[in-house]
């Protein structure tokens, strides 16, 4: 019997015996062609609002990535908080799943569709077909056949029962992988959450974004940073932010890839091709286009969401912003940025990386 055979037959079967007999048979199918996740990862990360997610879509469609689909929301108690379980690392199987569980799968899973957070602009749909139950079995089986010795191994039964229990997932049989994509805002902001992801990844990268003081403020304000009041609340995450993304450069060398949001709307191409060159990815054109599992997708834009990359965004803050708010946040954090600019523009980087 084939998959097609199998699905017409959950089609056509009453849900008692459906249940009995056609979804075990499917998923007897899905253990037996498991395709094991254990590549290392890149992850972005820095504030919200600075390109984290525009990366992460550019990434997607790489053939040698297994692109996460969402933010990864796996950290205790804040999603930023990177798992530390080694403390129950003896447990049953489905506690320590309950523990990294992320728990947007269930609605995503439910709903049978990807759509981004309520009250941006963009409301369009993308197919999301996940099987929640299977993605456990998987989990629980993974975990019995070899109990793993490490949080990383944890990791990769994890993300194995993601990748292939997203029953429409593109690219769970391209060949040679080389890295999980992904992305979790603030981990470097958090020096033990960044020293957890590199002890689980050593072989993985941190790619880091800074965005320009004005036009991260003229966005974060629109994605509830107003509620912390003066601009001085407000900058002082933009600062700490920026500083640390600096902090893991120095701290972590060839590990780290710090870069300007700036440069990646307007010089996608060149950020790209410093990516690939630093990690060992293969340029491929998909990574040009954002996409969700290889479909076009709008911008997480809180104005005016585009399928392409809108240059505009960059000094799009002028016409938002008071003349006297923008002279306040330049003032008190443009230096920031242009030390920054010298030390991690594209320019720089490919006199380095050439």
């Known amino acids: 019997m084939n998959l097609l055979q199998i699905l017409k037959r959950q089609l056509d079967t009453p849900e008692k015996e459906s249940k009995a007999s056609a979804y075990p048979v499917y998923a007897q199918l899905k253990e037996r062609w498991l395709v094991p996740v254990s590549q290392p990862m890149i992850l972005t990360s820095e504030i919200q609002r600075s390109g984290g997610t525009l990366l992460s879509q550019l990434l997607d469609g790489h053939p040698e990535c297994f692109a996460h689909p969402y933010e990864i929301k796996w950290g205790r108690p804040e ?24 728990k947007w799968l269930d609605t995503f899973a439910q709903d049978g569709y990807y759509k981004k957070v309520s009250g941006w602009q963009d409301s369009e749909k993308y197919p999301f077909i996940f099987d929640r139950e299977l993605q456990k079995s998987l989990f629980q089986k993974l975990m019995e056949k070899a109990p793993p010795q490490s949080q990383r191994e944890v990791l990769n039964y994890y993300l194995s ?8 997932y593109q690219h769970l049989y391209n060949r040679n992988k080389k890295f999980v994509t992904g992305f979790t805002p603030r981990v470097t902001m958090h020096p033990e959450s960044l020293a957890r992801f590199f002890s689980d990844y050593p072989d993985g990268y941190l790619i880091s974004l800074i965005r320009h003081p004005a036009s991260w403020y003229s966005s974060a304000i629109k994605h509830g940073y107003a509620q912390y009041g003066a601009i001085e609340n407000i900058m002082r995450f933009w600062q700490d932010s920026a500083e640390a993304s600096m902090r893991v450069a120095e701290e972590y060398g060839d590990r780290a890839i710090v870069l300007l949001f700036e440069d990646l709307v307007c010089h996608t191409e060149s950020v790209i091709q410093l990516i690939c060159r630093r990690t060992g990815l293969s340029f491929h054109a998909t990574l040009l286009e954002p996409t969700f599992n290889g479909i076009p997708i709008h911008s997480c834009s809180n104005y005016e969401a585009s399928y392409q990359i809108d240059q505009s965004v960059v000094e799009r803050y002028r016409s938002v912003l008071c003349s006297n708010d923008i002279e306040a946040i330049e003032k008190g954090y443009l230096q920031t940025y242009e030390k920054a600019a010298f030390l ?11």
């Not at 991690?344 to 050439?354: E, N, W, Y």
């Open 79 to 102: 999603k930023w908080d990177w798992p530390n379980i080694s403390s129950i690392m003896h447990k049953h199987s489905l506690k320590i799943f309950k523990r990294i569980d992320e």
């Open 161 to 168: 029962s993601i990748f292939n229990a997203w029953l429409d």
């Open 344 to 354: 991690h523009s594209i320019q720089t980087q490919t006199l380095v990386t050439a």
